[in-house]
């Protein structure tokens, strides 16, 4: 549960932060599932689908980035870290974790889906 109140946290301060940036709510909407894309990697088997998941999930690149606009000054950079770091929030709110190799329901949170009989 705590785990999933960091997840909430993290969405509404980086939502928050996004709105600090003066940039158009039309590109939060654009772009807040595009981290999804890394379902494709999922194609080339649950070790790759793993592997590019949690790149895509993991808050180390939207902190990079985040950094990197102290010294750009750029809102946009600020505004897509935000972004990157909203869904983040979001996913592990509603219990999405990092995956793990044996398949997509396999989360650092926890098994995700219908737990079958006797699971």
């Known amino acids: ?5 960091e997840g909430a ?3 509404l301060v980086a939502t928050v932060g996004f709105d600090l940036t003066g940039l158009s709510w039309w590109l939060y909407a654009v772009l807040f599932l595009t981290p999804d894309i890394s379902f494709l990697g999922y194609l080339a088997g649950s070790k790759k ?13 939207p902190a990079i980035l985040a950094g990197c606009w102290f010294f750009l000054k750029d809102p946009l950079v600020a505004g897509l870290a935000a972004i990157w770091a909203a869904h983040i929030g979001f996913d592990r709110m509603l219990g999405y974790g990092l995956k793990y190799a044996s398949g997509f329901q ?14």
């Not at 549960?1 to 109140?5: E, F, S, V, Y």
């Not at 396999?106 to 699971?119: E, N, S, V, W």
Request: aromatic share 6%.
């Open 1 to 5: 549960m705590i785990l999933r109140l």
């Open 49 to 61: 689908g793993a592997i590019l998941y949690n790149a895509l999930h993991s808050t180390i690149a």
């Open 9 to 11: 946290a993290l969405f």
């Open 106 to 119: 396999d989360t650092h949170l926890g098994r995700i889906g219908r737990q079958r009989d006797g699971a």
